[in-house]
């Protein structure tokens, strides 16, 4: 339901956080040719909706595709974390990285963010956390009306979350906002992966990431070095 929050305009036009967190990961999906991306969606439940794949178009057009509360109505940011986790522990070659991008607190799951976060760290994964959204009162649309309901984000957990794996927490209230953290963590992973080139005597090309939306979104890019290739049998709601 949070994603439903009319706190966001595009045009000067009131838009739901949902709808503008789609066209930027769209936008960078597209952006990434010869990245390898995994698609994860989580709500109360954690699922992997898309398996790692160099199709960029096929993981841009499951992105559109993406519904609030597709995945329930909770927000299981440990259990996300840790299915990601679980499907980059089998590809060990280059950098891996996730983007989680959240716009509440962690309310289900059985797996606690923090313990999640340990271990990424243990299997030497990055984690870029976001914030999406404004806090306090937010409008939502109900029964043809805008109504005020109380949001809070979980600033310190998901800095806390960054922190650990050696990431870094963003917060975004406009859709210029997040427009500007998905540069900088691009500029941020292509002079780490510049600098791996210059003592690694094999070519890394491009840098992997995973991302997180929806009740929370999950996003994965994967180094592009594989074979071409749907990667079954490893992988939100």
Do not use: C
Request: aromatic share 6%; glycine share 12%; charged share 25%.
């Amino acid at each position: 339901r949070s994603m439903e929050a009319l706190d966001f305009t595009v045009g000067g036009r009131q838009v739901t956080r949902m709808a503008v967190i789609k066209g930027v990961i769209g936008r960078f999906i597209k952006a990434r040719d010869g990245d390898r991306i995994g698609l994860v969606v989580f709500g109360d439940q954690a699922f992997v909706l898309s398996p790692m794949t160099l199709d960029n178009q096929a993981a841009y057009k499951l992105v559109d595709n993406i519904v609030s509360r597709m995945a329930g109505d909770g927000t299981a940011i440990g259990d996300a974390i840790g299915l990601a986790v679980k499907k980059l522990r089998d590809r060990p070659e280059g950098s891996r990285i996730l983007i989680l991008v959240t716009d509440g607190e962690n309310t289900e799951g059985s797996l606690p963010p923090k313990l999640a976060a340990q271990l990424a760290a243990h299997e030497g994964i990055r984690i870029y956390t976001i914030g999406v959204g404004s806090k306090g009162l937010v409008p939502f649309m109900e029964d043809g009306r805008v109504t005020q309901v109380k949001m809070e984000i979980d600033e310190e957990l998901l800095t806390e979350v960054a922190g650990i794996t050696g990431g870094e927490y963003f917060r975004a209230t406009d859709t210029s906002a997040l427009e500007q953290i998905y540069q900088r963590i691009d500029a941020l992973e292509k002079t780490q992966a510049e600098a791996r080139t210059a003592m690694i005597p094999r070519p890394l090309y491009r840098w992997p990431l995973g991302l997180a939306l929806l009740a929370l979104l999950l996003l994965g890019l994967f180094p592009d070095g594989i074979p071409r290739a749907w990667l079954t049998g490893r992988a939100h709601g």
